[in-house]
């Protein structure tokens, strides 16, 4: 998986969203690739595994209605063939891509097949694609879906796509915008209006791939930002930034707070898990426990849970790996909603025992004597634990924390 600029949690569920609300293309959806952070030679060598020594990519920053965006000019060395589905189909096929990209693309011809077919009243197998055919649209769709796979999201979104309007010259002769084609691969998307007169603002080779690699349509999901890509069409429109924009970050319904590591064991000497668990805990666990199971075979064994922020995940997963006979651990995120926590101490018996306050909002929720305090405190006067604690709960009280009673915002452990 690419790391992009920003960078997020490893093992977090991520958002892709496309910004089309001025349009799409191929190549400006390389260009937007390539500034969220996406190789440049990521594209290039997907491209070339398909149409060798055919294609170049050329790369610059450029501005668009002084918007800053990044633009991606694919340059062919020969004149363009005519190419049905079944030619493209058998590149892709014959092509050693990756097996995620040439699922991808092969989609995304295979939509653009499907429009034009039901346009023209073809079968798709007999669909010339003239433009869509040439290497330059095979170079857009291989490099733009290799750059999306190597990106990783787990959900990409297109926003309503803005299809522009009045005419353009096609292979076909003078067509209405949205051209029929356009038209076919909108339907159940979301679009947006457009002024008069805009021209052609999304291409069937743009739109077939944000219809392709999006699973949904929709505004700017909720999501933790880390990066954007801005980029450019050709044309430089005064008023209106001629771009399209990728947002990516980490889903906001699923936030990093923690990870779970889990494994299951059942051939660890038990004398041993004690130490594990107070090796996890030193090494920054928030949490660690067993829970018992019973495994294939009936043999009895133990699953081991670390509650582990993300930062710590890798160093506390090579402890398990090494402290445990486990063969693997495997990581789920996690959410956690927590108190507000402080301490108090009270007087007893002569000594000090802490009370952990638990707080929401400014309000007391929990409290309780911290319990190797209360301990030590009843070895010391020779007297039950459980007198300790009952007498440090008291003395809480009596100094008023008590649940629902008020309690400092900014107070903290």
């Not at 009895?300 to 670390?306: C, E, Q």
């Not at 995120?333 to 301490?343: F, G, I, K």
């Not at 929720?365 to 007198?387: I, K, Q, W, Y």
Request: aromatic fraction near 2%.
């Amino acid at each position: 998986m690419i790391t992009t600029k920003g960078g997020l949690d490893g093992g977090v569920p991520r958002t892709l969203w496309i910004d089309a609300s001025a349009g799409v293309a191929g190549d400006m959806l390389l260009g937007a690739l390539v500034d969220v952070g996406v190789p440049v030679e990521t594209l290039r060598q997907a491209i070339e595994t398909v149409v060798h020594g055919a294609v170049s990519l050329q790369v610059s920053s450029v501005q668009r209605a002084g918007l800053r965006a990044v633009k991606v000019d694919v340059e062919v060395a020969d004149e363009q063939p005519r190419r049905t589905w079944a030619d493209v189909r058998r590149l892709l096929e014959r092509a050693p891509l990756d097996g995620a990209v040439a699922e991808a693309a092969l989609r995304t011809f295979e939509r653009l097949a499907g429009a034009e077919a039901r346009v023209h009243g073809v079968r798709a197998e007999e669909v010339h694609f003239h433009e869509v055919g040439a290497l330059d649209a095979i170079a857009d769709v291989v490099g733009t879906c290799a750059g999306v796979v190597g990106l990783g999201p787990d959900h990409v979104v297109l926003s309503p796509v803005a299809l522009g309007s009045g005419s353009v010259r096609t292979a076909h002769g003078v067509l209405p915008v949205p051209a029929p084609a356009v038209l076919e691969l909108a339907r159940g998307w979301g679009v947006v209006a457009s002024a008069p007169d805009a021209g052609e603002l999304a291409t069937p080779t743009g739109l077939a791939l944000a219809t392709t690699l999006a699973s949904a349509s929709g505004p700017l999901p909720s999501m933790t930002v880390a990066d954007v890509g801005v980029g450019a069409g050709t044309r430089d429109v005064p008023g209106r930034p001629n771009v399209v924009r990728l947002v990516l970050g980490q889903d906001a319904g699923a936030a990093l707070d923690a990870v779970v590591l889990e494994t299951n064991v059942d051939d660890l000497d038990p004398r041993v898990w004690p130490d594990v668990l107070a090796r996890l805990l030193d090494a920054g666990a928030l949490d660690a426990w067993l829970t018992p199971i019973l495994l294939k075979k009936g043999r009895p064994g133990h699953t081991l849970h670390v509650l582990a922020r993300p930062a710590d995940q890798d160093g506390l997963t090579e402890l398990v790996l090494t402290h445990t006979s486990t063969l693997g651990v495997r990581g789920t995120p996690v959410t956690r909603t927590v108190l507000d926590r402080a301490w108090a101490p009270v007087e007893v018996l002569g000594g000090n025992v802490r009370i952990k306050v638990g707080s929401r909002d400014g309000r007391i929720v929990h409290v309780m004597p911290e319990f190797e305090d209360a301990a030590e405190l009843a070895r010391a006067a020779g007297v039950p634990l459980a007198h300790v604690l009952t007498l440090a709960q008291a003395a809480a009280a009596t100094s008023g924390l008590l649940p629902g009673a008020a309690w400092p915002q900014d107070a903290a452990i």
